[in-house]
């Protein structure tokens, strides 16, 4: 699809990979509604945004409440226009072993990262199939094709969220509407992977990515309409190819690397 002249709706734009998004995407050509919880956090943002010579706005939205979700979409269509791109990026992670983890934060992260993009996108998208246009770019992980433990609920929140892009990508081919899964492996200097363990470095068999090839990355898979993409480095970039045809090895290649014991919460 082509970005210049379009709007945009992303979510999670107040900090992380979603600042480089959005920097990407404004230099793409995008007009950008900036969701965040605080929407103070976004006044920034939309300058740099502004500052690329296409217009923004500031929506504060709690991606779990319906309501917030209508609203965003009410209010891009409103004053920027109808929604022509889609970026679900808001999420969040609990680092711990599933036993001893809250049922309330399993059932905030589902929320997040699961339920609110596709209430967000089934909001969004009939504007999209009224016109025969648009593009749904849904930020996964390496976490949504492969195993994760200790990161255990993130990590099927994030499946849930590959297998919803792959299976509505196939729905929604009849009206010209592409549907993307960015699925980044450990992004250094930004994000939650940063937070969550204060700039130590990935696992060295594992390797990282910056947040900037992953912006890079998601702006090809919009305008070349790419179903799947891995954001990684070396082998990991066809860690979903080797799980779903060897899973034991792939695992055991994980343990021995050390990507599980890094992962593993510290008592």
Known sequence: MELRGTVGILTGASRGIGVYLAQHLARAGVSLALAARDEASLEGVADMVRSKGVRAITVATDV???SDLQRLVKRTAAELGDVDLLVNNAGIERYACFEG?????IANILKTNA?????LTRYALPQMIERRK???VNIASVAGVTAMPYNTVYSSSKHALVG???SLREEMAEYNIGVSAICPSFVRDAGMFQDSK???GAPRLAGSVSPVEVAEQTIKAVQKNRPEV???PGLTRVVDVLHALAPRLTTSVARRSGAYEFSKPQH
């Open 115 to 119: 339920l609110g993009p596709q209430l």
């Open 101 to 105: 983890i809250e049922p309330g934060d």
């Open 164 to 166: 919803f892009s792959r």
């Open 230 to 232: 891995i954001v990684a």
């Open 134 to 136: 648009g593009h749904v």
């Open 64 to 66: 779990t409440k319906r």
């Open 198 to 200: 204060g700039g130590a």
